[in-house]
Every structure is written in C-alpha cells, then in structure tokens.
C-alpha cells in the first residue's frame, strides 16, 4: 500500500523558487572582477535564473546537455546554478587553475555544448579552444567590456544573452534522479574523473548542510563562501544559503586576507567556509594589521574541510575573532559533506584544551551517510579509535560510478566506496583522517598529482627517476618536494629542472625544492617507497 502524501520532485529548481517566495528580500552580494560590489536578492536571482533557462533553451540546449563554467564566485555564476540545472541541462562547473591539457581534456569529455566564463579567463580559452571539440560557443560572463574581447573567439555576453529572453518561465517537472552537475576530480593516476549529482542528491544534501548538528545556515546569516564554486559546488552551500534565505557574500577572485576582512567586516558576516589555507592567510593579515576582528566582525563560526585544519587556526578563531571553528571532511564523491566535527552531550563538560583536540578530529556522520573502515584484505575494523585503515562510506548523496562509467562501477558488493583516505573511527563514531592511500599532494585545497609531477620530471633526458612528496608547508598545508636520480654521465641543475617542468605542469605545480640523490627507496617488486622516503625528509621544513 502507497501512503497518500504528495509527491513532489527533489529538484534544485526548487530551492531557488522557495527562495524567490519566502525570501524574495534576502541579499546576494558579490564583488565583481572589476573590485565593484554587485548586490542583488534572491528574487533578482529568480528571476535572471529564468532568462537564462529561457535563453538556453532558445539555442537548443537540450535536457542532459552539458553546460561549463569557468567562474570564480559571483552572482551570475549563482544564476547559472539554478538556470542550466534548473531547466534540465547539466551544470559543469570547470576548475579554472587546473592545467590548460587537463581542461580540454575535461571539457571535451564532458562533452560542453556552451562555456561561460569570467572575463579574465578569456586568454586562457583563446590558447584552449583549437583543442575544444563540442563548444558550440563562449559566453563571457560580463555586459561587453572591450577588454574581454578576443582577436580570434566570437564570444558571446551574458547580459546581451539574458537581456533578450524573458523570466516568464515555469520550472520543468524533471525526474529527481536526473543530473543536475557535473564535478571532475583528479586522482593520483589516470585522467580526472567526472562525479555526476543528481537533483535528488543535491536536495538531501542540502538539507544535511543546513541541520543544526551540520553547519547550521538560517535566514538571519550572512555567509562568506570563500570555497570555489569549482569545487564540488562550493561545498554546496550556495544550494544551502538559497534553501533558508542565508545572505550570501561571494568574494569573487580576491580571496587574499586582506579583501576577505575587508568583506566580512562590511558585510557583518556571521558564517564563512573556506580551505584551511585561505584561513592562514586571513590570520596572517589580521596579525601583521594589528587587527581587532572581535571587535570589527560578527563571525560567529568558521566552515573549515578540504584538508585537516591546524590546531592553531582553531585556537586563533577562538581566541581573536570569538569563532567556532567547524570542521568537516568529504570529497567530490561524497557531494561533498560526509562528516562534520560537532559535539555529543558529553563533551559540554570537557575542558577548552580537550574541546580542540576533538574539533580537530574530521567529525561525525550526519543521518543520510554511513563509514565504516577497513584493512587491505578488506576485512571490517572496531571503531575503537586505535585501530586505523581504508575509510569506506556510503550514503543519498555519494557517487556510484563515475561519469561515463557503469552506475555502481565504483563500489564494493556491499555497495561501499573506497575513498582512498585512511582513518580510525572512535567508539562515539568520530573519524579522523591519519594518513591517506594515495600520494597526492595537497597544496592549499587543491591537488598535485605526484604521479603527473614525476612524470614530467622523468621526461627530462638526463633524469632517470623522479620521486614527489608532499611536505608540510606553514600556508600551502603540503607543498612539493621533488627528489631526482640522475643518469650517469648526464647533468642537469636545478633551474634548468625547473625549466623544464614549468613547460609541462602549472606554475603552483613546481616543486619548492629538487633534492639530488643516488638512488630511490624502492619494494621488492620495483614500487617507490613513499614512506621511506617521506621518512627521509621528515626534518625538511618550507618556510612561508
Ligand atoms: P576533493 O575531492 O578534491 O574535495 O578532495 C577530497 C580529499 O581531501 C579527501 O579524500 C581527503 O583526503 C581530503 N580532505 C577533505 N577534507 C579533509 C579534512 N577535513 N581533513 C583531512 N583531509 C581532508
């Protein structure tokens, strides 16, 4: 027997049209490329939404398509978030630091039909576009500044886009297990991988971020996103904001300190969410100020995930800006909150000290997302908080494939993912990351492929093995070391290393420093012993 309840779609389409009735008023406020702020409301994003779902529409953009972004955090990126999901199309949402071979590969992938993009992004489409086999056309994400045209693109503008299509439109009922966006990840080896949501994960995990017991959005915040929308939709919470009227500030591409205070401050933001390093860099800046944020902001908590948050961000936060530090972990699988680090009813009594060492720990799981953890013969572990091995999760809102692939491809018999970290859960069920199964690098939230940065080494005729480490560094978290066998009878300095690998990977890719040696660590079967050689270089510190 069926129960009589209404059935309605869980559709991202939804949230921006609840947003539009019950906090039409509500504020986005963006700062634009130029250094100007953009307010608008959430009607006004509605509405703008609808020329856009209109306008694609008109050029033929049919359920499913593809549609990129190459976008920092800005309203019309917001709008673009509900107009191509809202209206059936796949919102593909480009990481524009990513290595330009790495972007076609992704784009055409994808399989794009139409980029839109910021206009300080149209050289890097210029040098692109020979190698796009499905971009139809550009759209540059601006009125028509003469400085975003391009000498050899036919580029299209938004605001002449949008202007000549109308905001008359009704929502499509779409199936809620439709794609809604599509997030590329990249691994330690092979191609990056696509994760594709759906509205229904999208609207469940949604839901999750905006729980007390998660991050806790209401109409009466003012949220600071400083996490891209790049990146697995910055973290969601542009859905979140919209779903409780939260005001939203979107930096733009000045996430430096110094505009990120200047923000909070005018703005009075109570919520803000970002990598941990971007959260150095503010601390920085606050510290070589002289500042007074306690004085000067309302920040009442911090959103902090993508890489294990240092105790003394927590302790600063505290301390100087009357912050609670909330830490999370997910990946672009898991959408990507799978756990978030908040109290049970027996750490109200723990003392200040043990109160940090606990935030420090990735967190718990919401409803909606199950852990467990395993040995390498995939045998199941205790949660005892001692024993530590692969983490495997599972859940509404976590990939079973990826794009292209078989739906499940991706998980066990059980129907668990690998994530690749390694981690102990404790008997409360709070998971802490303490190592990771595959050797990226992690610098500043983003990934280095070790594996990429070698092989770009090895290229070099007069080097015979390459290895790549992560190191810890005091802003970037890790930051590359990279350490070279050369061939006997062959010679290559450093700079001329660095030459050479500035042709083949990005510039944050570059190692800070090449270490010589004889010979690598190596298994008996030939493998590279990251661990030894991370071993080595134990005492090697970066400086800022
Ligand atoms: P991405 O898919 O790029 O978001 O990266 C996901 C990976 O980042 C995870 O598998 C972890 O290795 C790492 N990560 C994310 N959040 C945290 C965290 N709070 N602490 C430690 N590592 C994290």
Known sequence: ?????QN???LVSSLIEH???????????????????????????ERRSKRVANALTALGVSPGARVGTLAWNGYRHLELFFGVSGMGAVLHTVNPRLFPEQLAYIINHAEDRYLF???????????????????????????????????TLDLCYYEELIAAHSDDYRWPQLDENAASSLCY???????????????????????????????ALTAVDSVLLASPMFHVNAWGIP????????????????????????????????????????????????????????????????IVGGAAVPRAVVETFERLFGAHVLHAWGMTETSPVATVCRPLRKHLEYSAAERIDLQRKQGRVPYGVALRIADESGAVLAHDGVASGRLLVRGHWVASAYYGDEAGAILDADGWFDTGDIATIDPDGYMQITDRAKD?????????????????????????????????HPVWQERPLLVVVRKTGHDVTKDELLAHLSERVAKWWLPNEIVFVAELPHTATGKLQKMVLREMFKQHRFDA
């Not at 280095?448 to 992560?470: F, K, Q, R, T, W």
Request: hydrophobic share 45%; glycine share 8%; proline share 6%.
């Open 1 to 5: 027997m069926h129960g009589l309840m």
């Open 8 to 10: 309605h779609p869980l």
């Open 19 to 45: 947003a539009g009735n019950a906090h039409p008023h509500a504020e986005v406020v963006s700062r634009t490329l130029e250094g100007r702020m953009h307010r608008c409301t959430y009607a006004d994003i």
């Open 117 to 151: 993009l910021d206009a300080c992004f149209v050289p890097l489409v210029e040098k692109l576009a020979p190698q796009l086999t499905t971009v139809k056309a550009f759209v540059v994400m601006a009125g028509r500044p003469v400085e975003a045209a391009s000498t």
């Open 185 to 215: 990840t990249s691994g330690t080896t092979g191609n990056p991988k696509g994760v594709l949501y759906s509205h229904r994960s999208t609207v469940l995990h949604t839901m999750l971020l905006c729980m007390a017991d998660a991050f």
């Open 239 to 302: 859905y979140a904001a919209t779903m409780v009227g939260a005001r939203l500030l979107l930096p733009g591409a000045a996430l430096d300190g110094a505009s990120l205070y200047q923000l909070m401050r005018d703005e009075q933001a109570t919520a803000a969410a970002g990598v941990p390093t971007v959260w150095l860099m503010l601390q920085q800046y606050v510290h070589t100020q002289s500042l007074r944020p306690l004085e000067e902001l309302a920040l009442r908590r911090i």
């Open 440 to 472: 990226v690098i992690k610098s500043g939230g983003e990934w280095i492929s070790s594996i990429d940065l070698e092989n770009a080494a090895v290229d070099h005729p007069a080097v015979a093995e390459a290895a790549a480490i992560g190191l810890p």
